[in-house]
């Protein structure tokens, strides 16, 4: 079964830049679409960008759009989530998921497209 985990959250001044990674066992994420999600405190889940198994991604979530970008490199295994100029409402925990989306081309934002989740990784942008 496939295992995703996040790293490289922390606590970052505000527009300072963080890279999280979502690395995979148990599977090969480039078999996968891959999402990156975020939850602040008693906020809904939601999805910030995604990234298809060739490599086409989503429209960013409008609170982010012109700062993060999402990369991967299927021959690490792993999907970077690139964050810039951070903001305090940026502050959540944030997961990666994984979609066997059968087009290659296709990547969603939506939640209940994705059947593996990491477990998260803080996030805390503050001064």
């Known amino acids: 079964q496939l295992r995703l985990e996040e790293s490289g959250g922390g606590l970052v001044q505000p527009g300072g830049s963080l890279r999280l990674s979502c690395t995979a066992s148990?599977?090969?994420?480039?078999?996968?679409?891959i999402g990156w999600f975020r939850q602040a405190p008693g906020k809904e889940r939601e999805g910030v960008l995604a990234?298809?198994?060739?490599?086409?991604?989503?429209s960013p979530a409008d609170s982010v759009k012109g700062r993060f970008t999402i990369s991967r490199d299927n021959a690490e295994n792993t999907v970077y989530l690139q964050m810039n100029s951070l903001k305090p409402e940026d502050t959540a925990v944030y997961y990666c998921?994984?979609?066997?989306?059968?087009?290659?081309?296709?990547?969603?934002?939506?939640?209940?497209?994705?059947?593996?989740w990491g477990r998260g990784t803080q996030v805390t942008v503050s001064s």
């Open positions: 998921a994984a979609d066997l989306e059968v087009d290659p081309r296709k990547a969603s934002m939506f939640l209940g497209d994705y059947t593996y």
């Open positions: 990234i298809s198994r060739r490599g086409g991604t989503t």
């Open positions: 148990g599977g090969t994420l480039g078999a996968y679409a």
